[in-house]
């Protein structure tokens, strides 16, 4: 066993240390730390099943996990081969190729942008046989070793982080020891796996594709995030005294992914982001976060405009003649974006047709967009173009020939509500050519300059193609994150919303490609704002769009508890907004500048979320604050709610800070460093600008 190679990249140390098998291990250590790679416990936590990355061929036998293709005879025929780097002006690549004798290998991509707190990676598969190969597990990224400054094999020492995802319960974050997940050291030796992940086109409907291990004993946190808008998987693994944490595709088990590589061919993971912090979770989710500010800042949006989205005023029922009125309101403040939701379209030819409502736009999309273009905002619309509705008659048999199949049988899904719809093959050229004309010249034909791309079921784990039913799906996928690229290239100003029933699509592949997601479909209840802080370690709080609902019958403090939760996230109002006196009037558009205000920090910064009580969505108790910092430390933005039997919250300040403004008045102290939230009702909220001293 030696060291092949290490690299400082900003406060990181990244080690490849060649095992007892001959294969590179990577390892990532916060700079300065102390590791004694060679020690008894880590010669073997290093030792034959630790890799760069995990794959299995099936023409292979799979390993000693009962549930997982991990540590089978594929990864022993690999040995290390050569490592390249490769310099650019910004950016660092180490490329580590590995070679079975049998003619197949990989090369680990790990990608630092100079100055980030993290990396890129991903993994490719190539055939160099005469033969054909079929894969069916490939890894983007396996952090395997873990952890190698314990002393031991760490199962109360080490904390497995994921987070649990769910329609209107996003990011429910779940902490597990070892032991109590069962990845104990048995007596003789240990072969367990976990695995979880989602399947099928919502990429985020059971869990969010991120997670980290915590080894409490030394202070370090190591973390994976995968970009991938398809079926996918994560696994903890125990082997021996070693701990392996993997992400990538969903295998051949999990996803029905399997892909023939013929001679000569190769196939490319999906990238994951990945970083290590001295800290806690809320550490390692602020630097994996700042990694994506290169992709939004390149999306090209200018500041964080306010929405306003009619679907809580109208419920699908829109019309010119009301959403001119609230344009007449809203442009009193700073709303930038007025957004249509569903029901625009002649219930006749629903979703798939896109044909406008005469009835509701009498003088005509374009001339309805060009006076909301006179109001000094921007029009915008919703669509789900990858489905057709059963009512619609781009639903009918006529169009078979362009939808998703399984066993031959065109696929249907059913939607929450009850709604019926198949689904576009984004594989056809003639799909792109249909949705050309539907999508895109209507776009630009009526001066539509935002879209909120809904997608509300889907078509199943697998779908008909020329490969595994996994396989085709994600080619499927693929191509539709293309057509999302299509869109904003054909129309540069446009403006896209990531929305899959609320947040089933918060994942950094799509994310990265558009403005901004929905956050969620908490349109009204209480949970929006646990919801959007949840999201404060998942995504960046830039892009998520929060619901605020106001409505005139809502009491003072549920006023308060709704417009501060616009400032966890992208602040979009919704409700009956043209009900409201001028008082209420008058606060919604002070909210406005002072959100015009802070949105800095909104954009850029470092969050930490605190609370009295557990994390409930729909019965919440206690007291909740999130703290965001400026990137340079200077300021700092709270955003406090209250819930059921509200309680004050006391939180240790990095530095002593003052108030310079808040919302409303009351509910904070400040002792220095210390903070003291003391709501002054229950389910009521507020918002804190802070200056550092």
């Not at 292979?60 to 293709?69: D, I």
């Not at 990396?119 to 983007?140: A, H, I, Q, R």
């Amino acid at each position: 066993m030696k060291i092949i190679n290490s690299f400082d990249f900003s406060d990181i140390t990244l080690y490849y240390i060649l095992n007892d098998s001959d294969r590179a291990v990577m390892t990532l250590l916060p700079k300065g730390t102390e590791c004694d790679f060679f020690s008894k416990k880590n010669t073997a936590v290093f030792s034959n099943r630790a890799s760069l990355a995990h794959l299995h061929l099936s023409h292979h036998n799979v390993g000693m996990l009962s549930n997982s293709f991990k540590c089978g005879e594929s990864l022993y025929g690999l040995k290390f081969k050569e490592q390249t780097v490769r310099e650019e002006e910004n950016s660092v690549t180490v490329i580590t190729t590995e070679e079975a004798d049998e003619g197949y290998g990989i090369r680990h991509y790990l990608k630092w942008y100079r100055g980030e707190a993290g990396f890129e990676v991903s993994t490719e598969f190539y055939n160099s046989s005469k033969t054909d190969m079929t894969l069916e597990l490939l890894t983007s990224v396996s952090l395997d070793a873990l952890s190698p400054c314990l002393d031991n094999e760490g199962s109360k020492d080490l904390l497995f982080h994921r987070f649990k995802a769910g329609w209107c319960m996003e990011g429910l974050h779940q902490v597990s020891n070892l032991t109590s997940l069962g990845l104990e050291r048995a007596w003789a030796t240990s072969a367990e796996s976990i695995k979880l992940g989602a399947t099928g086109s919502r990429a985020v409907r059971e869990y969010h594709p991120y997670a980290a291990l915590e080894d409490t004993k030394n202070g370090i946190i190591w973390g994976v995030y995968l970009a991938h808008n398809a079926s996918w998987q994560l696994e903890l693994t125990r082997m021996v005294d070693g701990v392996s944490l993997s992400i990538g595709l969903a295998d051949s088990t999990f996803g029905l992914w399997s892909k023939n590589i013929k001679s000569g061919e190769s196939f490319l993971s999906p990238t994951a982001f990945v970083s290590v912090a001295k800290g806690s979770i809320a550490e390692l989710s602020n630097r994996l976060l700042s990694m994506r500010h290169r992709a939004i800042d390149a999306y090209g949006e200018e500041g964080l405009p306010i929405i306003y989205n009619d679907f809580v005023t109208t419920w699908g029922k829109p019309t010119e003649k009301a959403l001119l009125n609230m344009a007449d309101i809203l442009s009193h403040g700073k709303t930038k974006y007025l957004v249509m939701d569903a029901g625009w379209y002649d219930d006749k030819k629903a979703i798939g047709d896109w044909v406008v409502k005469t009835e509701a736009f009498p003088s005509g999309m374009r001339a309805y967009a060009d006076k909301i273009r006179e109001k000094g905002m921007v029009p915008g619309i919703w669509m789900e173009f990858e489905c057709a509705d059963s009512k619609a008659e781009a639903f009918g048999p006529h169009l078979d020939h362009l939808k998703l199949t399984k066993n031959g049988r065109v696929i249907v899904g059913e939607v929450i509500n009850g709604r019926r719809e198949n689904f576009f093959d984004f594989r056809k050229p003639e799909v792109i050519e249909y949705l050309d004309e539907k999508v895109i010249k209507f776009l630009k034909e009526n001066g539509i300059g935002y879209i909120k791309v809904d997608y509300n079921t889907i078509p199943g784990v697998g779908v008909d193609g020329e490969d595994s039913p996994g396989e085709n799906l994600r080619q499927h996928n693929a191509a539709v994150r293309d057509f999302f690229i299509k869109m904003k290239r054909e129309i540069p100003d446009l403006i896209i919303e990531n929305c899959a029933s609320g947040g089933c699509r918060l994942e950094p592949s799509m994310m990265d490609i558009t403005a901004m997601s929905s956050a969620s479909d908490t349109h009204e209840g209480y949970e929006c704002a646990v919801v959007a802080a949840n999201l404060h370690y998942l995504t960046p709080p830039r892009q998520n769009q929060i619901w605020c609902t106001l409505k005139p019958e809502y009491s003072a403090e549920r006023f308060s508890y709704i417009i501060s939760q616009g400032f966890l996230g992208r602040l979009c109002w919704s409700g009956l907004i043209a009900e409201l006196d001028e008082a209420r009037l008058r606060e919604m558009f002070l909210a406005e500048e002072l959100y015009e205000r802070v949105s800095h920090i909104i954009k850029r910064g470092n969050s930490y979320i605190y609370r009295t009580a557990p994390v409930s969505f729909y019965t919440p108790e206690g007291t909740q604050a999130v703290v965001r910092y400026s990137e340079d430390g200077s300021e700092a933005l709270v955003v406090a709610h209250s819930f059921n039997a509200a309680t004050s919250l006391e939180i240790e300040l990095e530095g002593s800070f003052k108030l310079k403004e808040s919302l409303y008045s009351g509910g904070m102290t400040l002792d220095g460093t210390r903070l003291t939230i003391t709501p002054t009702a229950d389910f009521s909220g507020n918002v804190f600008y802070l200056l550092k001293e």
